[in-house]
């Protein structure tokens, strides 16, 4: 039924502030479910090349040997906590429970465990170890940018944002990782909703802080193209 100033008058009837459907939809509170579909949704929308199976992305990490559930190896994260400002606000519970959802997986010296410009779902948190992050240049040549071991966090962008890797993680030294998919970040956020929040909150951070790297670093190079 439509209502107007002049119906209003004529009845003395109050003007309805908005329908009941919408009030409905304004108040209601979005169940941890909801939640988790609009996350898959949007994870979705923002890796349209990979499927829902993933069959044509972690290849590289299928290649590597598997340790099992990160559950068993709580001790070696706890050890790693240490050497990460990623985990500074953890509790050990939280721990505990994001091991429930990680996979360990261990690279021999050489071995390629993100190679650039493929589609792949996960990052990881390096347990032990040491990497050398290499980046093609212009001309087709691989060029080493730098190197991280136990605390370092790779691959996160991707697992966001579905892009291609931006570079190649090569072991330097027998290195064991902990693997966190983007399915298990979905399944933190419908499961335990509070460490999910803690986790997306430490990941705009992470994101946030290297861009700013990335603006101090092109600025830098600005600046000294210039002084030439």
Not at 143 to 150: F, I, K, L, N, Q
């Amino acid at each position: 039924m439509l209502f107007d100033r002049a119906s209003s008058a004529r009845t003395g009837r109050p003007l309805p502030v908005a329908s009941p459907i919408f009030r409905r939809q304004a108040t209601r509170k979005w169940t941890v479910s909801e939640v988790g579909v609009i996350l898959q949704k949007f994870f979705r929308n923002t890796a349209p090349g990979m499927t829902d199976t993933t069959q044509n992305s972690n290849y590289v990490l299928r290649q590597l040997f598997s340790l099992g559930s990160a559950s068993d190896m709580v001790e070696v994260i706890l050890r790693m906590l240490g050497h990460s400002n990623f985990f500074e606000d953890f509790t050990m519970e939280d721990i505990v429970k994001l091991s429930r959802f990680m996979e360990v997986y261990r690279a021999e010296p050489g071995q390629t465990i993100i190679r650039e410009g493929d589609l792949d779902d996960y990052m990881l948190f390096i347990l032990q170890g040491r990497i050398s992050i290499v980046k093609t240049d212009g001309h087709g040549e691989r060029r080493a940018m730098t190197s991280v071991g136990p605390g370092a966090i790779l691959g996160e962008m991707s697992m966001i944002d579905g892009e291609p890797r931006f570079a190649s993680c090569i072991a330097i030294d027998t290195t064991t990782f902990a693997v966190f998919a983007r399915d298990a970040m979905v399944k933190i956020i419908m499961d335990e909703p509070a460490l999910g929040a803690k986790i997306l909150i430490k990941l705009v951070t992470l994101l946030s802080q290297r861009l700013r790297e990335t603006s101090v670093n092109l600025l830098q190079h600005m600046e000294r193209s210039n002084a030439v």
